[in-house]
């Protein structure tokens, strides 16, 4: 299984702006972003393939959350802008051994987790 560590979570006020950080051990083919807040299920942010950098988002934060990569450094990314309260959550990186057409932002497809860190925006 792939090692996956984040960084970068913290505590900002609404309308301000987060990056986050995962660093990979290992090739994936998928990379994403999910968030799991207190007493909701676990969601899919961002997902983007390792081998072309296709993206894609889910809905509630598409324009302002954008997923990238640098595979020279094996680290995948979360550039967070206009955060607002309900983008509080634990964010956790994961990654899958196969892309899907479109993207998986499905917990399910994703066998290598992160620990996660924490998100908290302020109104």
């Known amino acids: 299984q792939v090692q996956l560590v984040e960084s970068g979570g913290g505590s900002v006020q609404a309308g301000g702006s987060l990056r986050l950080s995962c660093a990979a051990s290992g090739y994936t083919y998928s990379k994403a972003w999910f968030r799991q807040a207190p007493g909701k299920e676990r969601e899919g942010v961002a997902v983007?393939?390792?081998?072309?950098?296709?993206?894609s988002y889910a809905d509630p934060v598409k324009g302002r959350f954008t997923i990238s990569q640098d595979n020279a450094k094996n680290t995948l990314y979360l550039q967070m802008n206009n955060l607002r309260p309900e983008d509080t959550a634990m964010y956790y990186c994961?990654?899958?051994?196969?892309?899907?057409?479109?993207?998986?932002?499905?917990?399910?497809?994703?066998?290598?987790w992160g620990r996660g860190t924490q998100v908290t925006v302020s109104s």
């Open positions: 994961a990654a899958a051994a196969r892309w899907w057409d479109g993207g998986s932002l499905s917990a399910h497809d994703y066998s290598s």
């Open positions: 983007i393939y390792t081998g072309g950098g296709r993206t």
